[in-house]
């Protein structure tokens, strides 16, 4: 009786996270393009840059040996945060150039995201300020993870 329970709460849980994946695909590039597009912007700028200053604080403060692996922690969730601006900023530019059904395309055909579709619509459209900004936010992002995965594991 109780592992047929346990069974049902597994199963249950597990529905619960295919809905939730994908309501997240289906709704948020709704909710960041034709809904909140300025709020989704923003929020994510701010928390971003919070991100980016309390990164470079532990950074510094993983000078101290023991601090090490807490500091690389942080810059790995830092990059994660920092993530989250560079995918509004994407869906934001994809919808801008192509409209919302070639973002769904992307997403659901392709097999690309949407940060792969902003470099080519940008690439194709001559968008290079926004294109500088997506290589810089991508680099930011991939720097953080590296050297927070380094400094995790030592």
Known sequence: MIARLRDGIASAGAMAIV???ILFFIA???LVYEVFPVQAYRLSEALAFIAFIVGLVFALIAIVPK???TSGLVLVAASFVIAML???WSVIL??????LGALY???L?????????AFVATLLGGNWHALIQ???IAVIVLVFRMIGTALSVK
């Open 19 to 21: 809905l939730g994946a």
């Open 28 to 30: 948020g590039p709704y």
């Open 67 to 69: 601090a090490r692996p």
């Open 86 to 88: 560079l995918w509004v």
């Open 94 to 99: 994809v919808g801008d150039a192509w409209g």
């Open 109 to 117: 055909f392709l097999g690309v995201g949407a940060v792969l579709g």
């Open 134 to 136: 997506l290589i810089v």
């Open 105 to 107: 395309f992307l997403n």
